[in-house]
């Protein structure tokens, strides 16, 4: 089945959120969608009721359906509690403590009762073996299988599910590893095992050890877990296969999925990305700034023509939850965003010193914000906007989940400073949490380079449209959308996202001596092997190849990404990347002050299927300015007051109607909130852009 399917076939793409489940039925051009309840104990219970209602809504059954896509917090969940099997680690003689070690960075200078995340393989259980490749891919050692039996018998006897194999320079050469992987499979029957020559094989033994160890950590897990699903699908009728959204923004089946779960660790704010990127295509903005707020974090991204900026690395499990260096680094392909805890759930208290702050601890959904009437008694940023009068308590997630405005007031009255003002501390919290996503992204701008003021804010997620505006006040940004299917953005971005894998090698070559032979091979090589699995999930797509390389000039730490000629390369290609180098180097830092020898430290293809460009859509005369039916008093942040704000029903505006600020747009799984400020159109493709008066930008 290719990825590309016909406009009049059912595809559903399912998010399982920290706090809600989202799930998303798309029909040709209709959309139905819904937000439950994330049910922690079994997570595809509410995915199978969510697609079970929205069948419904649809008059549809499953032989109805070509495609699902789901996106998992189970591998990131079993991280950061540390609910994964028992990991066993084989490794080389001598570096057994690699991951106890790391790479002696520290993530607070200051802090001297300091405490990293313990590994999570204890030292009983990672056991080193006699054997050794050089730095050159040659062989100094050969493998002593004898210690690989009697490690397997110390690992059985110890009750291990999972062993990773992690040799010294087995990127180079994965031999060692592969053989040894034999004898565990021999000797422990049924045992889970990863290898790093195929989990991560590039250089920097601390990450690719730590990448190796997290992905059998949760492997067997995610395995049963989406084995378990797969097969309820099938038993219910479904007759299309199921599709797993990656780190990296693309799709994989679920064979790729059970091998490699540790690139699924953050699929779901990747859908979000996806989402952003395709809206920012369909209006052909070319720089985007995108917010997704849910009801746990926020996440922001940056997007350039179209393409959201892409990382190598991401930390799980942090010990000081956003902290950068106080994670388990995992060398993945991940899209490059900044995570903040300022979401609808996220916690108001007051500190040590009397200070009102929001988060980053969430409420999740279990108990939840105090308006859902389960338990919870703090305080949250979804209290806040129910008592500013923003939420509409009768029609929360389009009415499937009532909220009690009384227990929002009490849970910020009980906080014991202002006098108890509810009103006021809600004003607080609502400031707190939105210049807190200002500062995130002010950070993250100034990290990769680049500016804000000049980009369009894309907002979504349940309680990004909320907060949206106001964070574009205070960035300084003149135009917001809010497309549709906000609510449920990432789960929408499932059904944009290309069938996709990337592979990666570590091979260190200097442009002044590179060995082109060597290096295509290595690259042909690498682009069968992510052709072979596309192929597996979109055998009759159309793909696309990227050719990217990683390199820095001698004797740096650090590497920077550029890609590779479109033609492949030839005798003259060394001035060729030292060009494209240069150019990647200069847009960096802003100039090039080195003269020294360029290195290429790792190589990396990435295969995707080719998708069809967003349809142009006609432009659509305005209407004229409608005025609201009704009002309801809110608070206005950008003066503290409370004023009358037009209630709009977002279903019931077409196309080209324009309207004033100040004003609520409600829709089933979110409400937009037009400011004073703003004035709000309703584009061709139904989506709302609120533009920023000319008179308040210069003020």
């Not at 449920?488 to 990666?504: D, T």
């Amino acid at each position: 089945m290719t990825f590309i399917v016909e406009p009049a076939s059912a595809r559903i793409g399912a998010d399982i959120g920290g706090t809600f489940t989202d799930v998303v039925l798309e029909v040709g051009t209709r959309r139905h969608s819904t937000k439950l309840l994330t049910t922690y104990d079994a997570p595809e219970r509410a995915v199978l009721d969510g697609i079970a209602l929205l069948l419904a809504e649809a008059a549809l059954t499953p032989a109805d359906v070509s495609l699902v896509v789901h996106g998992t917090t189970l591998a990131t969940n079993a991280l950061i509690e540390r609910r994964g099997v028992a990991t066993a680690l084989l490794t080389t003689a001598g570096f057994r403590d690699v991951l106890a070690l790391g790479n002696e960075s520290r993530f607070d200078q200051y802090d001297i009762a300091m405490e990293k995340p313990a590994p999570l393989v204890p030292r009983a259980l990672r056991i080193g073996v006699a054997e050794r490749i050089a730095a050159d891919g040659s062989m100094l050692l050969p493998l002593d299988e004898a210690a690989v039996r009697a490690a397997a018998a110390k690992f059985r006897a110890a009750g291990v599910r999972s062993v990773a194999v992690a040799f010294l320079h087995s990127y180079l050469d994965g031999a060692h590893e592969r053989r040894a992987a034999a004898i565990l499979a021999e000797e422990m029957p049924g045992v889970s095992l990863s290898l790093s020559c195929e989990v991560s094989p590039e250089m920097r033994e601390y990450e690719r050890f730590s990448t190796t160890v997290a992905n059998a950590y949760v492997q067997p897990l995610v395995d049963a877990y989406l084995r378990r699903l797969d097969d309820r699908l099938k038993a219910l009728g479904f007759p299309c296969p199921l599709f797993l959204m990656l780190s990296s923004g693309g799709l994989t089946t679920v064979d790729t999925a059970s091998r490699f779960p540790v690139r699924l660790v953050e699929s779901g704010p990747a859908g979000g990305a996806i989402f952003a990127a395709t809206i920012a295509a369909e209006c052909g903005i070319e720089r985007v700034l995108a917010l997704d707020v849910g009801g746990t974090t926020a996440k922001i991204c940056l997007i350039d023509d179209f393409m959201p900026q892409t990382s190598q690395t991401f930390e799980v499990g942090r010990a000081h939850r956003f902290r950068k260096g106080s994670g388990l680094p995992l060398r993945i392909p991940v899209v490059e965003m900044v995570e903040i805890g300022a979401g609808g759930g996220s916690i108001a208290a007051v500190d040590g010193a009397g200070r009102l702050a929001v988060g980053p601890h969430s409420a999740g959904s279990e108990p939840g914000p105090a308006a859902y009437g389960r338990g919870g008694l703090r305080p949250t940023v979804t209290d806040a906007d129910i008592v500013m009068g923003r939420i509409d308590p009768g029609a929360f997630a389009g009415g499937k989940v009532t909220l009690d405005a009384d227990a929002s007031e009490r849970a910020l009255a009980g906080l014991g400073i202002w006098d108890g003002d509810a009103a006021v501390l809600a004003l607080g919290v609502s400031e707190i949490v939105d210049e807190t996503m200002a500062s995130a992204a002010r950070v993250h701008a100034v990290e990769q380079g680049t500016t804000l003021e000049d980009r369009c804010l894309i907002a979504f997620g349940g309680a990004a449209p909320l907060h949206a505006a106001r964070v574009a006040e205070k960035l300084g940004v003149r135009r917001v959308i809010i497309p549709s299917g906000a609510g449920v953005g990432s789960a929408v971005g499932f059904l944009r996202a290309p069938v996709s894998y990337e592979v990666a090698r570590s091979f260190h070559q200097r442009l002044d001596e590179l060995d082109v032979p060597r290096v295509v091979a290595l690259l042909d090589g690498m682009a069968a092997e992510a052709r072979a699995l596309v192929t597996l999930g979109a055998p009759d797509a159309p793909q696309t190849e990227r050719r990217v390389c990683l390199g820095r000039y001698l004797g740096q730490g650090y590497e920077i990404p550029f890609e590779l000629p479109a033609g492949g390369l030839g005798a003259d290609s060394a001035d060729a990347l030292r060009s494209r180098f240069e150019a990647a180097y200069r847009a960096q830092y802003g100039s090039i002050t080195i003269d020294l020898p360029i290195e290429i430290l790792t190589w990396r293809v990435t295969v995707s299927t080719r998708l069809a460009d967003p349809a142009s859509m006609p432009a659509v005369a305005a209407r004229g300015w409608i005025a609201a039916e009704r009002s309801r008093m809110v608070t206005e942040p950008a003066t503290g007051g409370r004023r009358a704000f037009g209630l709009f029903d977002r279903a019931r505006l077409c196309p080209g109607d324009r309207l004033h600020g100040p004003a609520l747009i409600v829709e089933r799984e979110t409400t937009t909130v037009v400011p004073a400020s703003f004035d709000a159109v309703m584009d061709a493709r139904g989506y709302l852009v609120l533009d920023r008066r000319a008179e308040e930008i210069e003020q």
